[in-house]
């Protein structure tokens, strides 16, 4: 009995999983994408996916729906779209093209959420169905079907907004590693789509990262000024309490040192005194003294080191024509309207702080003029109810553009004042005018809230 030869490649007693056979080939082919997934997986590992959707700080409520509809819009394109190309072109299975069109498509309603488990899901449905594809006719476009690149494409414009760098090129690598492996075992005569869509995904990967980068740095930018006017706003304020505090050592010394006269002077000035009463007159100028010691050390540290102005002896409500002149002289119309004499002897015994107060307050009032309405008209009332001084200092539109800062005030402008106004217990009240002036009406009080009366 003669044995007749049969050459290898017809011998069908060849285990399917011979190197030459192409179901082997296609095992290969799963085995190498594995591995590029397994070479990618640390980056992609370590990226933490956000559940905020995209566009969700959008302040409008159609535009933090887009994404979810324009993902919903593709996903309703691609599916049907899908399984008519496979079962047609490809030859696949209806049923296995079915569900290669759900995993291919939907998944990217889940991108808008949470992009990164969207891609997992992607990346191997694709891979699934290019390996489908492979059996198919040479003629047509393989590994990638043109459905999987599109799809794709709009997977990554999610990615590259979400994602860090590192997670992006993993993403990229593991796209470009299935691309290569998959296109070994492709027809001779098809077109090779996986070079497209390597380029297609690094290109919109690598647009999207800097559009989210700039973004970022935009906002961190943002915040970041906004830290600085809250830190500026807090510093200024802890300055202006500090000048306050300097002030009001000028008066609160004057007093302290009558304090310590009267005590000094009390037993030559009164005859007939006890022991015991100048033992006390002189217990009350030791302390007055002490006090003032202790004062001019806290001074000295509130005072910044060369600031001689502040030495001189804080103003009052009688220095205010002057002020006013000044303001004249500077070029700001002012109308002046003060109580009548009798009223100002009432002025004149307000408490130190009021004094000091109500000066301030209408100093920076006439300083914000200067500064920001140069030229415009300005008014400054003073009044007087049974129990508050009321300012009121309004001015007019500007006549003139705006020019260089003066310094004539504290510096803090409506800072000071409420800092000043909270001070002695009374109220403020400032703001724009319909004809484009600026008003400050101030109402202290002329007995402090925490003294009590004789």
Not at 66 to 86: D, E
Not at 318 to 343: K, N
């Amino acid at each position: 009995m003669s044995s007749t030869s049969i050459p290898p490649d017809q011998d069908p007693r060849r285990p399917a999983s011979e190197p030459d056979g192409r179901p082997g080939a296609l095992r290969r082919a799963a085995t190498a994408v594995r591995d590029g997934l397994r070479t990618a997986w640390t980056a992609l590992s370590e990226s933490s996916a956000p559940a905020e959707p995209l566009l969700a700080r959008s302040p409008r409520p159609w535009v933090r729906r887009l994404p979810l509809i324009i993902a919903a819009c593709f996903v309703v394109v691609l599916i049907p779209v899908t399984v008519q190309v496979l079962t047609n072109d490809y030859g696949v299975d209806g049923g296995v093209a079915g569900a290669l069109g759900v995993a291919q498509t939907v998944p990217l309603l889940l991108a808008v959420f949470r992009p990164l488990p969207a891609w997992w899901i992607v990346i191997v449905a694709d891979i699934l169905g290019g390996v489908a594809t492979l059996a198919a006719d040479p003629g047509r476009p393989a590994p990638w079907t043109p459905m999987i690149v599109v799809g794709y494409v709009v997977l990554c414009c999610a990615l590259s907004l979400r994602e860090s760098r590192r997670t992006l090129l993993g993403i990229w690598l593991v796209t470009v590693v299935a691309g290569v492996v998959l296109g070994m075992f492709r027809g001779e005569g098809s077109q090779d789509t996986g070079v497209l869509l390597t380029v297609l995904s690094g290109v919109v990967l690598l647009l999207g990262a800097l559009l989210r980068e700039r973004g970022d740095a935009r906002r961190r930018l943002m915040e970041q000024e906004t830290i600085s006017e809250s830190e500026r706003a807090q510093r200024t304020l802890l300055e202006e309490r500090a000048r306050i505090a300097r002030e009001l050592h000028d008066v609160v010394a004057h007093h302290m040192s009558v304090i310590t006269v009267q005590a000094d002077s009390a037993p030559y000035r009164l005859t007939g005194l006890p022991a015991a009463a100048r033992a006390e007159f002189g217990s009350i100028a030791a302390s007055a003294r002490e006090s003032l010691t202790e004062m001019r050390r806290l001074l000295a540290v509130l005072r910044s080191e060369g600031v001689d102005g502040e030495r001189a002896p804080q103003p009052g409500l009688d220095r205010l024509p002057h002020l006013i002149e000044a303001t004249v002289r500077a070029g700001i119309p002012v109308d002046f309207s003060r109580p009548e004499l009798a009223i100002l002897q009432e002025l004149a015994e307000v408490t130190p702080a009021v004094d000091l107060s109500a000066y301030r307050i209408v100093q920076e009032a006439l300083s914000n003029v200067m500064r920001h309405a140069p030229g415009a008209p300005t008014h400054i009332t003073l009044t007087l109810d049974p129990d508050h001084l009321l300012i009121l200092v309004v001015n007019g539109p500007s006549t003139e553009p705006p020019g260089l800062l003066e310094g004539s005030g504290t510096g803090h402008g409506l800072v000071g004042m409420r800092e000043r106004v909270r001070l002695v217990g009374g109220t403020v009240d400032v703001g724009p005018l319909p004809d484009g002036g600026f008003r400050v009406a101030a109402r202290l009080p002329l007995i402090p809230k925490d003294s009590g009366t004789a």
